[in-house]
């Protein structure tokens, strides 16, 4: 396997079934327990290599193909920067997020899905991570410790 190849399919995890895209979310829970800080890393991580893995093995620049999946990786990353805490409920509760929005893509996230290239593979996922996120630093703001 490349070395694109290993980084567009988060080590091959992007081979699993089913659900290849909840393979790859599910693969950077464990960040959580690293803290806020070092899951922003990760996911500024994720997008550049993302993004460089993305011109590499997506030639023809439209395809999204479900074992690509650093971009997941990269969004639920942000998703989890949000929480305060690291807890298993808060964990659940981005993932579910995350997944949703990353399925349904609703507006914004699905004008992102339509764009060309690397930018529209990455960033449709960074775009529902950053979503979620904010609706994660919401739910804290006004319900203090309710995923705890």
Known sequence: MTPALLVATMGGVGRLRPGPGTWGSALVLP????GPVACLALAALCLVAGWWAAGEVLRDGHEDPGWFVVDE???MLLA???LP???LPGALAAFALFRLLDITKPWPISW???QPG???VMLD???AGAIAGAALL???RYFPGGLS
Do not use: E
């Open 118 to 120: 690397a930018f529209g």
């Open 31 to 34: 960040a959580l327990w690293l």
């Open 85 to 87: 805490a690291a807890t």
């Open 112 to 114: 992102f899905d339509r």
């Open 125 to 127: 996922d960074v775009i």
């Open 80 to 82: 989890l920067a949000a």
């Open 138 to 140: 919401a739910f804290h």
């Open 73 to 75: 990786g990269a969004g």
